[in-house]
């Protein structure tokens, strides 16, 4: 995970420890967080999309005739 990111999880882990009911954040590390979760989705539908172009591949075999022979 990102910096960001992992500050957040990190806070919210303390803020719970701690039992408090409220949280609140900087708008300069909202907005840092909203920069890594959208960096972290665009991402992930990069790969999502290059799974399905995978996906959709066709392989054609082809068979000739011959025979078989067992020794």
Request: aromatic residues 4%; charged residues 30%.
């Amino acid at each position: 995970m990102s910096l960001h990111i992992n500050r957040f999880v990190d806070s919210i882990k303390a803020h719970e420890s701690r039992k408090q009911r409220d949280f609140t954040m900087t708008l300069r590390d909202a907005k840092d967080l909203h920069s890594d979760i959208t960096k972290l989705l665009l991402a992930l539908e990069t790969l999502r999309t290059q799974t399905i172009t995978k996906t959709e591949e066709v392989i054609t075999v082809e068979l000739a005739e011959g025979s078989f022979k067992s020794t």
